[in-house]
T-cell receptor, first 111, second 112 residues
């Protein structure tokens, strides 16, 4: 069983709408959690990095939350744009850079 | 800085051939990572270096894969001999300390 589960697997929303992507993990001990955005045919781009003590971190229209007690994280996208169409990958690290990857959520923003 | 540079961007080779992928990390970064991405398995960490020293190579699939980092500005990932199941996009990434990780554009490898 993957130690990092993302949901939904795919999502279609209309431009301008908000959406929330989920990441649940069982990785322990926990070091940090990262959200990446990956456009088709491109390398992943880091959106946020969160450590154990951080609950919320924003990067423009992207806001990540972390609940280390329940081992859940979410990525909220506000006022979506067509350029937000991409895969969003959650990566959880434990002990140094030992990483566990989620399968990603494929977001499509339609006009 | 030009970001993480990878070459070649595309590689098509025949089964049994040796393949060498190259990476130039961002200057000053002390960590370098090699990843593989496929539709079936998603993104996988193969190996990472800290200050040119391999730290964790547990993700390297088998002995056919090897990675080196002879200096702070260059790393290679070699597959010998290559097999069709090695077909994937291979990413290199670098970071400074525990900060943001920057990915290269990737090398799309096709083994026929």
């Amino acid at each position: 069983k993957n130690q990092v589960e993302q949901s939904p697997q795919s999502l279609i929303i209309l431009e301008g709408k908000n959406c929330t992507l989920q990441c649940n993990y069982t990785v322990s001990p926990f070091s940090n959690l990262r959200w990446y955005k990956q456009d088709t045919g491109r390398g992943p781009v880091s959106l946020t990095i969160m450590t154990f003590s951080e609950n919320t971190k924003s990067n423009g229209r992207y806001t990540a939350t972390l609940d280390a007690d329940t081992k859940q994280s979410s990525l909220h996208i506000t006022a979506s744009q067509l350029s937000d169409s991409a895969s969003y990958i959650c990566v959880v690290s434990h002990g140094g850079e030992d990483m566990r990857f989620g399968a990603g959520t494929r977001l499509t923003v339609k006009p | 800085d030009a970001g993480v540079i990878q070459s070649p961007r595309h590689e098509v080779t025949e089964m049994g051939q040796e393949v060498t992928l190259r990476c130039k990390p961002i200057s000053g970064h002390d960590y370098l990572f090699w990843y593989r991405q496929t539709m079936m398995r998603g993104l996988e960490l193969l190996i990472y270096f800290n200050n040119n020293v391999p730290i964790d190579d547990s993700g390297m699939p088998e002995d056919r894969f090897s990675a080196k980092m002879p200096n702070a500005s260059f790393s290679t990932l070699k597959i010998q001999p290559s097999e069709p199941r090695d077909s994937a996009v291979y990413f290199c990434a670098s970071q400074l300390g525990w900060d943001t990780q920057y990915f290269g554009p990737g090398t799309r490898l096709t083994v026929l």
